[in-house]
């Protein structure tokens, strides 16, 4: 136990100097901000001082950040293994730290629907980035192709669809928990009728 707060004492030390690093502030610029002396803030984020509650609290707040960030430690479980849905070629992961949302790759071989009314549309928010190939994302009455190592991202309320442009395509997708939900309805009500364009 003794040696898990020593690990985190060192961790939230080298965290503070990384954020201020990251910012490009100096040592005397962040203790401005955080108004401290210039001498303290070097003995805090060198481990000549004992770390305080209330000046890790005005220290988060001064690198714009939370303590709950400033003192989190990885979870045991970093590593996450995909979720293999064969029946869509999909392979899904989780994002613990935002419950709901999830990140999907899939390869697309269909160009997009022609017919308007295979579009979707629903709650929610969409990303994606194109790994190899190129895709055309159909997105209300506008058309946009996307290649390789391009994103897009679009609220999901807009009728939607998604297609492979010149040969098979592989896309990675992040979806809030809404344009989740919307899709596994969506699927779920076209694998009896016809093969989507996603």
Do not use: Y
């Not at 001082?49 to 950040?65: E, F, G, H, N, P």
């Not at 017919?115 to 994302?137: D, I, K």
């Amino acid at each position: 136990m003794e040696q898990s707060e020593e690990d985190l004492d060192g961790l939230v030390r080298k965290r503070i100097r990384a954020l201020r690093v990251a910012q490009g502030w100096s040592l005397e610029e962040l203790a401005t901000r955080a108004r401290l002396s210039q001498s303290s803030l070097s003995r805090i984020e060198n481990g000549r001082r004992r770390l305080a509650l209330d000046q890790l609290v005005i220290l988060a707040r001064a690198l714009d950040t939370t303590l709950d960030q400033l003192v989190e430690t990885a979870a045991e479980d970093v590593v996450i293994s995909p979720m293999v849905d064969g029946a869509r070629g999909q392979l899904r992961w989780p994002i613990k730290g935002e419950p709901g949302m999830t990140v999907i790759r899939q390869r697309i071989t269909d160009p997009p629907p022609d017919n308007p009314s295979r579009m979707r549309a629903h709650p929610g928010r969409e990303w994606l980035v194109v790994l190899s190939g190129t895709a055309t994302l159909m997105l209300g009455h506008r058309r946009f192709r996307i290649e390789t190592n391009q994103a897009a991202e679009f609220p999901t309320m807009m009728p939607h669809a998604i297609g492979a442009e010149g040969g098979p395509c592989e896309l990675l997708g992040i979806f809030d928990r809404d344009a989740r939900r919307g899709h596994q309805r969506d699927d779920g009500d076209r694998d009896s009728r016809e093969p989507s364009g996603r």
